[in-house]
């Protein structure tokens, strides 16, 4: 395999056991969301907002690994 193969073989790896990690978070966090809505249906409003922000910073997590991913395939 040549050095080229190599590098997009790693930055291949890198995303996507990089976006294992939020993709899972996110469906926890959707599962959890939408139990406590489901046993106590007046929370919904401060729920669904805590649910959002901590989505938000699971997806954060996701924009980074693309982030060095294209890092390493530009610069590596």
Do not use: D, H, Q
């Not at 996110?26 to 969301?33: E, F, H, P, S, V």
């Not at 046993?39 to 805590?50: K, Q």
Request: net charge negative.
């Amino acid at each position: 395999m040549t050095p080229e193969v190599m590098k997009m073989l790693a930055v291949g790896m890198a995303a996507g056991l990089g976006m294992l990690g939020p993709a899972l978070a996110i469906g926890l966090i959707g599962y959890a969301a939408l139990t406590g809505i489901a046993r106590n249906p007046e929370a919904s409003g401060p729920i669904l907002t805590n649910m959002i922000l901590v989505t938000a910073f699971a997806e954060a997590i996701g924009i980074y690994v693309l982030i060095i991913s294209i890092i390493l395939a530009m610069v590596v």
